[in-house]
């Protein structure tokens, strides 16, 4: 800005300079043709004073310009033809009618021109005054050389280059000190901005105050348009790492756009490395070759994942999702069915085997009773099954609402109705229940977990075993429901609550049982947030505890168990 100040300084300076001293040649130069003509006046004014009279000849000529100071003396008929010159030969002199001054001259006495004259080649100023009439008189031409507007320029010309040289002096300083003064506030103004940091800035010049207050609101803009930027960054950054799935964004192997810590993690990145997956799984490597969208099923600490891969002009995604969960739904599905075709195979044989042999009478009589009775007993084994999977089912779609259930009250009468099968397996029996232990659930809840978990401490016990029943109240009530039967291993210990899971595989059970009492009772558990929990000792028995906790109820599992 300083150098385009002084520019434009210089730049004014000279061209007014040259302008002046133009204008001073022309002003000089009118001046001196001023003059002139005033002394040709007076010189032809003491011509007509003391010469009038005397003959029109060449040493009268030469004579007059000898006193007029070298003036030129031209003697002229009323025609124009020269009679006599001071300077030239009138003879060899060509008419002078047409000239301006003798026209003038002619037409109203007296003609002034300033011309260059044909004869001599040089700058004259003319003064012609017409003496007697024009038919009869003659004229006399006075001329005296007179400097021209451009040798007047000419000739001060070095003194005009004198004031440049000095006019370049007084601009630069004139513009060091124009431009201090005058950019000074404003760099003084922009320093300010620069060190602002969003703060205020304020300047003590009226001037530049609309320039401090359109800093100041740009400043609070881009202040305002950071911090959103710094929150959607926060945002953005929370919900990435956040995501149960990787997400990864990438140009290549090496060149990583975004990537989230669950993908980190998963792919064990490292910073400014190439992910290792992407160059040493060679069936990765060949979908990233192909640009071809496609999804891969690695297994990575333990859990399945899917690796679904989509391409686009300027960049690759990867998206990690644990698929863990929802191909054990699909196992669970497949082994669900597979149970319940073999549960239901074995009595729909049964019932079908001795149907087949009464009809072709292959039955003796004395026996018909006896097959009957299998027929009815495999039958309630297969309507047992079919009412224990939709009662397993039916749980999920359970929204009936809850209320105050007498715990004790309802222990007491599951116990009494398996008297019987406790006596026919001679077991020891005891129930140790509190009183008043109210649970906030709904009573066929209640008496379906407390079934399960005494039919199975029968049915899995030894013949003169014992079975304990025990009910404790409390902030958390607490049921345990302790056998001394067969127990249960270690490795099984984890999969005893899955449907169809017996310990005898048979799936004949001890006592009958299809593995859904134990499935039902996690199931119901989990439903209403208690916890359930197992202690077993292979060949020593089996204890089943159940905490009545006051907690929020677990969404159910995507196997359904």
Same mark, same amino acid.
């Given at each position: 800005?300083?150098?385009?100040?002084?520019?434009?300084?210089?730049?004014?300076?000279?061209?007014?300079?040259?302008?002046?001293?133009?204008?001073?040649?022309?002003?000089?130069?009118?001046?001196?043709?001023?003059?002139?003509?005033?002394?040709? %006046?007076?010189?032809?004014?003491?011509?007509?004073?003391?010469?009038?009279?005397?003959?029109?000849?060449?040493?009268?000529?030469?004579?007059?310009?000898?006193?007029?100071?070298?003036?030129?003396?031209?003697?002229?008929?009323?025609?124009?033809?020269?009679?006599?010159?001071?300077?030239?030969?009138?003879?060899?002199?060509?008419?002078?009618?047409?000239?301006?001054?003798?026209?003038? +001259?002619?037409?109203?006495?007296?003609?002034?021109?300033?011309?260059?004259?044909?004869? $001599?080649?040089?700058?004259?100023?003319?003064?012609?005054?017409?003496?007697?009439?024009?038919?009869?008189?003659?004229?006399?031409?006075?001329?005296? #050389?007179?400097?021209?507007?451009?040798?007047?320029?000419?000739? +001060?010309?070095?003194?005009?280059?004198?004031?440049?040289?000095?006019?370049?002096?007084?601009?630069?300083? $004139?513009?060091?000190?124009?431009?201090?003064?005058?950019?000074?506030?404003?760099?003084?103004?922009?320093?300010?901005?620069?060190?602002?940091?969003?703060?205020?800035?304020?300047?003590?010049?009226?001037?530049? #105050?609309?320039? +401090? %207050?359109?800093?100041?609101?740009?400043?609070?803009?881009?202040?305002?348009?950071?911090?959103?930027?710094?929150?959607?960054?926060?945002?953005?950054?929370?919900?990435?790492?956040?995501?149960?799935?990787?997400?990864?964004? &990438?140009?290549?192997?090496?060149?990583?756009?975004?990537?989230?810590?669950?993908?980190?993690?998963?792919?064990?990145?490292?910073?400014?490395?190439?992910?290792?997956? /992407?160059?040493?799984?060679?069936?990765?490597?060949?979908?990233?070759?192909?640009?071809?969208?496609?999804?891969?099923?690695?297994?990575?600490?333990?859990?399945?994942?899917?690796?679904?891969?989509?391409?686009?002009?300027?960049?690759?995604?990867?998206?990690?999702?644990?698929?863990?969960?929802?191909?054990?739904?699909?196992?669970?599905?497949?082994?669900?069915?597979?149970?319940?075709?073999?549960?239901?195979?074995?009595?729909?044989?049964?019932?079908?085997?001795?149907?087949?042999?009464?009809?072709?009478?292959?039955?003796?009589?004395?026996?018909?009773?006896? $097959?009957?009775?299998?027929?009815?007993? #495999?039958?309630?084994?297969?309507?047992?099954?079919?009412?224990?999977?939709?009662? &397993?089912?039916?749980?999920?779609?359970?929204?009936?609402?809850?209320?105050?259930?007498?715990?004790?009250?309802? $222990?007491?009468?599951?116990?009494?109705? &398996?008297?019987?099968?406790?006596? #026919? %397996?001679?077991?020891? &029996?005891?129930?140790?229940?509190?009183?008043?232990?109210?649970?906030?659930?709904?009573?066929?809840?209640?008496?379906?977990?407390?079934?399960?978990?005494?039919?199975?401490?029968?049915?899995?016990?030894?013949?003169?075993?014992?079975?304990?029943?025990?009910?404790?109240?409390?902030?958390?009530?607490?049921?345990?429901?302790?056998?001394?039967?067969?127990?249960?291993?270690?490795?099984?210990?984890?999969?005893?609550?899955?449907?169809?899971?017996?310990?005898?595989?048979?799936?004949?059970?001890?006592?009958?049982?299809?593995?859904?009492?134990?499935?039902?009772?996690?199931?119901?558990?989990?439903?209403?947030?208690?916890?359930?929990?197992?202690?077993?000792?292979?060949?020593?028995?089996?204890? /089943?505890?159940?905490?009545?906790?006051? %907690?929020?109820?677990?969404?159910?599992?995507?196997?359904?168990?």
């Amino acid at each position: 800005m300083r150098k385009r100040i002084l520019l434009v300084t210089l730049l004014v300076s000279v061209v007014g300079i040259l302008l002046l001293s133009v204008l001073f040649s022309d002003m000089f130069y009118r001046q001196s043709v001023q003059l002139v003509e005033g002394q040709l %006046k007076s010189y032809m004014n003491i011509y007509a004073a003391e010469h009038g009279g005397d003959p029109l000849t060449a040493e009268l000529a030469l004579s007059l310009s000898e006193e007029f100071g070298g003036a030129r003396v031209t003697f002229l008929t009323s025609d124009g033809t020269p009679v006599a010159d001071s300077q030239t030969d009138a003879s060899q002199m060509e008419n002078h009618a047409a000239r301006e001054e003798v026209l003038a +001259a002619l037409q109203t006495g007296e003609g002034y021109a300033v011309r260059e004259s044909a004869s $001599v080649g040089r700058n004259w100023v003319y003064f012609c005054r017409l003496f007697g009439d024009a038919e009869a008189g003659f004229l006399v031409r006075l001329a005296i #050389q007179a400097d021209s507007g451009l040798a007047i320029f000419a000739d +001060a010309l070095p003194t005009v280059v004198w004031f440049l040289f000095l006019d370049i002096l007084i601009c630069l300083f $004139v513009a060091w000190i124009a431009t201090a003064f005058i950019l000074r506030p404003v760099e003084k103004l922009t320093q300010a901005a620069a060190r602002s940091a969003g703060r205020e800035v304020h300047s003590d010049y009226p001037e530049l #105050q609309p320039i +401090a %207050k359109m800093i100041n609101d740009m400043n609070a803009d881009l202040s305002d348009k950071v911090a959103k930027m710094k929150e959607d960054r926060r945002l953005e950054k929370l919900i990435l790492n956040s995501m149960e799935h990787g997400i990864v964004i &990438f140009r290549d192997p090496a060149d990583i756009i975004l990537i989230n810590k669950t993908a980190m993690r998963l792919l064990d990145y490292e910073t400014n490395e190439p992910i290792p997956c /992407f160059t040493q799984d060679r069936e990765i490597a060949q979908i990233l070759a192909s640009g071809e969208p496609a999804s891969v099923l690695r297994k990575i600490e333990g859990r399945d994942y899917s690796l679904r891969f989509t391409f686009n002009d300027r960049s690759r995604v990867l998206l990690i999702t644990d698929m863990t969960e929802t191909m054990a739904a699909a196992r669970s599905k497949n082994e669900l069915i597979a149970n319940v075709t073999h549960e239901m195979n074995t009595p729909l044989t049964s019932i079908r085997g001795f149907a087949e042999l009464i009809e072709a009478g292959g039955v003796p009589p004395e026996k018909l009773g006896s $097959v009957a009775h299998t027929i009815i007993r #495999q039958s309630d084994r297969l309507a047992h099954l079919i009412r224990s999977i939709i009662n &397993f089912s039916a749980i999920d779609s359970d929204e009936l609402p809850d209320y105050e259930v007498d715990l004790s009250e309802l $222990v007491r009468e599951a116990a009494a109705a &398996f008297e019987p099968k406790i006596a #026919q %397996k001679n077991i020891a &029996f005891t129930l140790e229940a509190d009183e008043g232990v109210k649970v906030l659930s709904r009573r066929e809840r209640l008496l379906e977990i407390v079934n399960n978990l005494i039919s199975n401490g029968i049915r899995y016990n030894k013949e003169g075993g014992s079975l304990l029943v025990r009910l404790q109240g409390g902030p958390e009530p607490m049921l345990c429901v302790r056998d001394t039967g067969v127990g249960i291993s270690p490795e099984n210990q984890g999969r005893i609550f899955d449907r169809f899971y017996t310990v005898d595989r048979s799936h004949n059970g001890v006592g009958g049982g299809f593995g859904l009492g134990l499935a039902i009772v996690k199931k119901l558990c989990r439903r209403a947030g208690w916890e359930l929990s197992v202690e077993s000792e292979l060949g020593q028995g089996t204890a /089943f505890v159940i905490r009545f906790c006051a %907690k929020k109820a677990e969404t159910p599992a995507k196997d359904g168990t």
